[in-house]
């Protein structure tokens, strides 16, 4: 562990690392609340944190003076990539696919046809997880733009793709 901020002898120490002009304490010290803030947060600030409380002259109990929390910061996705695999000629099967770079925890994945077909497509033909949607035995009336959604707590992303029968 490293310790990252202290009030030590009516001091507020910080230590050098890259949290460092982004966090501190909540409140003014001396206080009995100790809570820390962390502004501008990054997927690299997720990890275990650690409170450690020590009064002078008391006895110091291990188990009871120590408080911890996981922090998971969450990251929207990025804006996904759609790519059409086959050819797309009547009769024909294709699959459209989705991928997002980025993303915490993982994005899954929704296609839908616009308007003026709307459609919306379900396993087995889509797989949320994979961001793939499998069209079988193509005709014309496909033709048509999909458009594919990347989502995940953190927020959503849109790529579409022209289907050309």
Known sequence: PVQILAYLGG????????LMPRMGFLYPMPNHNISIFINATREQDSGQYMCSVNVVDDTIKLDKNVGIINLTVLVPPAAPTCQLHGNAIVGANVTLSCSSKKGKPSPMYQWQREPPTLQVFFPPAQ?????????TNLSLEMSGVY??????????KNCSIVLEV
């Open 147 to 156: 458009v594919c959604r990347a989502e995940n707590q953190a927020g959503s």
């Open 11 to 18: 001091v507020v120490k910080e230590a050098e690392t890259d």
């Open 127 to 135: 797989d949320r997880t994979r961001g793939t949607l499998k069209l």
